[in-house]
């Protein structure tokens, strides 16, 4: 699934690099086109935001950096990070498919994928990091739609990522449980993981974001600092998004 | 899981490993016919056999010609069947070593209690049968080459008719057992030819009674051959042979003589050495 | 129950208690009914499980072809099956060295091979569907081909032992094959159906719906069981 990252160790080395490069990258599903001539680095730091209209591409664009889908045309570049490795990556989806087992043999499931040790300290561990110890032995799909979310957060988290890739998780979620993944998240990318986080949500990108990447009918509308995006929005495409209008294309 | 999983998958394969050894014993199959497996006579003779020699008999029980075929195909160590036409072509084929007679009972033609054909009571089952073509009475017919159809063809040939050939309305071939047919003929309330030994064991007589018995042309001879190891080199000829042995010997003849059900015996023992000693 | 068009009853009274008296000959015959079965739907289900959900989850050429033969011969006929292996174990055929004919095993491989496609054909039914729900999932965690074939047969495992249990159904239900490979041994390789033919041929009917009766509450338990196992599973394992 890796096989669109390129493995050349003279290519964005240095540690002030991005982590991920797209360049001229387009994807396209049978004849329709999802994402096109893509320019985009990211680079380690606080969380950034991918927001726009449903169906403009945001998920499509989070799929490929995760390699769940290769790129049509353009390349699609990864960093080595400290010790020479390539990036590890999670993903969190919407709707998380819970294995039918207990909160806890989910997270050991993460670990063994992850080729780590599934002790019952590790396991506690990514539980209590998501605040869900005391349901360790629920089985996975009695939990609420929050916990089930939290607990594909402690899958992602199994896999040490470096990048970690949510699309959408409150979607379906209320205010409190919205909240409580939004506090997981903020102090996971305070640990120096790179977040990028997909939603529709404007409050959610004011309360995570470090920089917003607009996403308006498969390409890239603005990307900024998130404070410049609301307050002082460069394109008329962002301008009409916050103003609430339908954003169709740039 | 996983681990439980493979271990009943191990514990699984065991009876099929211990089912093929259980196969290598001491253990001869004999092909016979359904009329004496259903009859119960195995049941009362082999255990006695075992019992003096430890070798344990299995016996398929299916038409004459088909068990001859089975032997055929090497798959019995031994044919115990009544067709004595077939059996000895079966030896002059090179299949068998040789035939014995072994004992014989008697066919007698069944028929419904109404009686539409008014046969019974009769002596001459050629007459019976001529009258049951002629008021075109329901007949069943085995119809699965077994030596109660080969008997009954001959039957029908004494009487100058082919109802085989012509296969008029009322006659029925089923191409089944003995028993299957005797059922057969109670639904229909039609006439068949049965051999003694089934129809004193059939427990669903019902609507049935004997119309014709005692002509001579209904006399059943059972034989018994080794199948040729010549032939068929893993042939258990020595097992087989002993069995053989047994059957023509005075004590299996007393087995035999001594099956009856309500009383009634069903098998005449007849072989050489029981005719000797009766002569001598 | 009328019988044979006269006004005879079969006594069911009757049936039930030669059954439940518990007489060494017919538990034999169960018994062994059971180890044949059971054996077979094992046998069967440790290669058509397997093969089913690698169909299930791969891409390649032949697929298509390979889906319709596995639905197609699931109504494979029992006694085309019996024939065919009839003439194969035979010492005049290609496995005739064995020495397999008129022995339980050749019933096993019978049922085995009757109930193969039913299971790999479920299988790959039931498999594909969750490799649908789970496809990204599993993908994005980085789960192998291997992986991911016994993560979705663990977590399909409800649906598989109901699909094991349609295969069971069909291989003691059977009579055909085993009665054709078998050879329906007195003691050795008779069990429940062909004993239940012999009996009807006997015209000794109480004994062969005594024997049905057991044949039908046995698949009935087995039903209740897993049925049981189910719920169980849905209140707990979610």
Partial sequence: MQDRIVDDPTSLTGSDGPLVRLERVSYTAGDTPILTDLWLDIASGPPT????????????????????????????EARRVLGGRLPRMAFVFQRPVMLKRSAAANVAYALRAAGRSTSGNAIRDLLDRVALDHLRDRPARRLSAGEQQRLALARALAREPDLLLLDEPTASLDPTATKAVEDIVANVAREGVKVVIATHDMGQARRLGGDVVLV????????????????????????RFLAGDLVLST | MRLSFLATLALALVPIGAASVGAQETSI?????TSTEDSGLFKHILPLFQAKTGIDVKVVAQGTGQALDTARRGDADVVFVHAKALEEKFVADGYGVARF?????????IGPKGDPAKVTGGKDVVVALKAIAATK????????KSGTHSAELKLWTVAALDPQKDKPDWYREIGQGMGAALNTAGAMGAYVLSDRATWISFKNKDSLEIAVEGDTRLFNQYGIILVDPKKHPHVKAKPGQAFIDWVLSAEGQNAIRSYRIDGQQLFFPNSEQAQRKKAG | MQVNGSTRIVDVGSALDLVLSGDPTLLRIVGLSLTVTVTATLAAAAIGIPFGAFVATSRFRGRSAIIVMLNALMGLPPVVVGLALFLALSRSGPLGGFGLLFTPSAMIIAQTLLILPIIAALTRQA????????????????IGPIGRI??????????????LLAGFGRAAAEVGAVMIVGGNIDGFTRVMTTTIALETSKGNLELAIGLGIVLIALVMVINAATWALRAWADRHAG
């Fill in chain 3, 127 to 142: 498999i594909e569907d969750l490799w649908l729900e789970y496809a990204h999932e599993l993908t994005a965690m980085q």
């Fill in chain 2, 101 to 109: 007679d072994v004992m014989y009972n008697d066919f007698i033609l």
């Fill in chain 3, 150 to 163: 016994m993560t979705l047969v663990y977590e399909g495992r409800f649906a598989l032992a109901t699909i």
């Fill in chain 2, 29 to 33: 199959v004999v092909a016979s016919t």
């Fill in chain 1, 216 to 239: 308006v009918g498969g390409r890239i509308a603005e990307r900024s600092a998130t404070e410049d995006f609301f307050k002082r929005p460069s394109t008329e495409a962002a301008r």
């Fill in chain 1, 49 to 76: 935001i991918l927001l726009g209209p449903n169906g403009a591409g945001k998920s499509t664009l989070l799929k490929l950096l995760m390699g769940l889908v290769a790129p049509t045309e353009g390349n699609l």
């Fill in chain 2, 137 to 144: 009475s329901p007949f069943v017919s085995r119809g699965d």
